[in-house]
């Protein structure tokens, strides 16, 4: 499933259990003049929950405890995204619209003859490359505000309104708006956050078991998956091994300040009346051994094979809310599927392994902010709290379900 980088993506904070009460968040929605604002939809990001507000501008949602990011939003008002955290009360909200200045249909995009191309490594970075993803269509690309650093490398790419994607692969329309998206070409980083909502697609009962199949594909191995699992205190009963990939300071290369000085005191002595630089010299002092020794790994990683104890791993926040924290990085192994072609055969994304293990799903994460907060269904707290490398850096949004997806049957 997703990835986002990318700092992976995933984004969307929930806790969600079948077994727990469900209470109501309400409230009216008006303009600032004090006008009830009727026909205003209210959208639950990463869920299939939505409303719409009626003739007096009221709302009612119906959510079990967690925390939501809740999106109001109507044509020709600006957008408003609430956090709300539901716990063990009914909780009111009144929120207020205000007028866009500019119609969204009166946006003017400017004619730019790379934007085909810019939408195009959009689609890639933000949909993906999997074989759900060939099965996905933007509707209405025209929403899409793109902006392309070329000093820094940089894509942007954000939205006023909803993109819809129509992913035939799981039989979702996927409304996203576009918070933030940024693809940096330097560092490789993918990150993406913003307001997604799922509505199934009509099918045929064919179509709708071919949905089902591949809907539980995309979920099984995924972050989601693998969060859920370690709220439930049972990662290796679903099929994931915890590793740790372990860094050390690399002997054999001297420290940068060390390089950099030789660098600069040998570029300035060994120049040749052409202005050239003279690469030859001594094996300890010429400019040819300092340049390898600056290409060297500042630290050599060594995969720890010893799987990590959940309860080591993980730490219970509070009731409905646990967090993991730790050093290093993780090394997730999903032991019940194996890996795509089409991700085996790119160049520089698949994560290295030892030559006796299966070609299984790897993925690694490298903690960003700790600690990393997470809940019940899967969903994570902070999107920015870790960075994804391997599998599940590679699936995106076409591989994604809603929050409350519930798997029914397994493979």
Known sequence: MRSFVFLFILLFIVQFSSAQQSFTLSGSIKD???EALPGTGIFVSGYKIATVADNNGAYLLLLKPGNYDILFQLIGYKAVSKNVIISDKPIKLDVFLEESITQLSEVTIKPDPN???????????????TENAADCKIMNPNVL????????NRLSVKTNEFLIIENQALGYNI???????????????????????YEDLKGSERKQKIWAKKRLTAYLGSPQHFFKSLYQNKPTEEGFIVNKIITKVNPDRPSDSLINANLKRLTKTQMSLTGKIVIGGSK??????????KNLNKGISILNRAPILQDTLVKTFNANIKAINFIDKLYVIYTKDTESPLFTNRLGQSISRPLDMPNYQISTIDLQVAPVYFYENGGVYNPRSMLYSGYWAWEKIADSVPMDYIPTTRR
């Open 175 to 197: 409304k996203y708006l576009i918070k933030q998206f940024e693809w940096d070409s330097k560092t490789r980083v993918i990150y993406y956050e913003g307001f997604p909502y």
């Open 284 to 293: 300890d002092d010429s400019l040819n051994y300092w340049m390898k020794k």
């Open 115 to 129: 934007r085909a191309y810019y939408i195009g490594m959009f689609r890639d970075f933000f949909i993906g490359t």
């Open 32 to 34: 600032k003049r004090g």
């Open 145 to 152: 505000l793109i902006d392309y650093d070329k000093e820094l």
